[in-house]
């Protein structure tokens, strides 16, 4: 795949291509042209048509207008369209515009008990609905750095996440996600280039989480070391987003914050710095205020919603290609998280 | 540089080459003008054989001397500006931006924008590439735009937000002097835009070397964005030089696109921080020292507290300066300060109908 062999040129071309070992698409695209001229001895047309034809083999679509990908036309297009992945909350949604974004990395950032793994196990829901309820049909690889996968959480969650309508009660929720427990980088990256592709291509997962890619990056590297952790964090991510392109899933990255130098301005700031800011496509940030709230009491079909204090906490958009700096105030109860109406 | 190339490159016997060489025959350049009959008296090679080897090295040369044409005629710096002055910048709806820029983005060259995530280079590409379809009569460029994203940032759903509120803007003008509306709508910028999504550093390079046929097939492209070129040259890369070698023929490839064509380049740029021994690190753009010589133009968009600055860093024309901007619903926008301020920025050569703010 992807040699030269595989072309439409002239098959003196490919001999001497062959000859001095220029064979795959990459090398001869990064190769200059008159390397190329005056290592197989070819002339320039030549070279020039070849590099044509390999181009042309390499583009995974044709150029398309963006009325195309609006109206969705073009069989080609399913993986470029992007759509949304409901949060489970109408009104969270409704400020997401629908929810968070279908492919790409969105990274949940927060200090800790603001709610990035509740919101994590929300979304494992929400994903096994069907598109005409916000979801992606499939279910979902959890990756836990950190502690134990909140399993004892996650059912009870899903016991009233079925609750709300017949046709949920069908799903089997806790069939469709995956967990896998990794402890460090290298069992990360094996999980992700190896046993993750297998799961992904059954299709039965259209969501990946990795709570948290902070724990990964945060103990082994020295100070003399950050210019290597800032390769591994772009190689991380670069895989991510080739498993978000190729499968077309949302990737869900949890962040942990650190303090912020700045003497005005937010006293936290996420962490891993700008070097895995520049890898991820959207950036929620959760956090507790010191405000409280009286949850009411409801009955909903025999389980009790509400009844208790909680803290009122902020989610904001720090940054999204299609969303303004927007915050929004959440409280967290039995059924995980909903907007303060 | 065909006429430079060496003989022995060429498909000769091995004894012929021997034989050219000891004579003094080296380069395609010492056999021009010669006759067969010479040729052989020369090197002591057979005539039918000399009429095959000029022929193969003096046709390839032919080939090589139509590609490289006469040399242009010189063109006076009169005309050079006459030509400049011609070509209109395209807008970006934020007027402190484009007095920044000396009207706008301008053509036939390459403009880069750096920033750090979140501070609206996305926006800013998406809000170039609607308003290079405003409709001649408004004072724009009527053309179509290509954009190449990199990211995956491109949310179609944002560049409806921006279409719709350039459309508005166009139609309200309509209105005000008495032309048609409807010239320009929100479909007809949306399939005025190309979109190519690349994966990784291979398709970028393939799409930037088909995009001469491209803008062959379609002329009334008159701007390439590509959002954002560092992202697939900043991981997985180990040979450095390799990097700096791409994205150098890269960018002289777009700089003849944009001269041969008449088009604008718009790139965009990350930051990265610079550690200096004994000075406070900083944030520089991306893509190293080479990189920054790519670019004609240079701005540094960040954020100072809540305001977002764009920073004209580098540019042949215009000096250097700042000035805020904000992303509204519409896209990019000037800061809206009080009206007292604003009587103050009325100081453009253009008639102010064509130029109105929009809110």
Known sequence: MNTVEDLDVNPKIKTSMRKVGLTSYGQILTLSSQDIERLAKLSQGEVTGLKTAIAQQVLTHPLLTALDLQRGTKNCLQNLIIGKLSTGCKQIDDALRGGILSQGITEISGESASGKTQFCLQLCLTVQLPPEEGGLAAGAAYICTEDAFPSKRLSQMISYFRQRSEKRKQIPFGDNIFIEHVADLDSLNSCIHQKLPHLLSSGSVKLVIVDSVAAVFRCDYELKDMYKRSKHMASLAASLHRISSKYCLPIVCVNQVTDSMQSIGKKNIPALGLAWSNQITCRLSLSRTNREVDLPRIILKGSVIGGFPTSIRTLEVVFAPNLPNLSLMYVIDQEGIKALT | MQSQRELCSFPIAPSHKSKLTSAGFLITEDLKHLKPSELSKETGIGLEECLEILK??????????????????????????????????????SEGLDNMLGGGVPLCKITEFCGAPGVGKTQMCMQIAVDVQIPSQFGGLQGEAVYIDTEGSFIVERLVDIAKATVDHCNEMARLEGFKEGEITVESVLSGVHFYRCHDYVELLATVHLLPEFIKKHPKIKVVLVDSVAFHFRHDFDDLSLRTRLLTTMAQSFIKRATEFKIAIVLTNQMTTKFSPGEDSRLVPALGESWGHASTIRVILYWEGQKRWAWLYKSPSKKESRVPYQITMGGVRDIVTSPADNSNDQSDDEPSSKRQKVS
Do not use: M
């Not at chain 2, 090589?64 to 709806?93: D, H, W, Y």
């Open chain 2, 56 to 93: 193969l090295v003096c046709s390839e040369s032919v080939d090589g001397s139509k590609r490289n044409e006469a040399p242009k005629p010189a063109v006076s710096a009169l005309e050079r500006l006459k030509e400049e002055q011609s070509l209109p910048p395209i807008i970006t709806f």
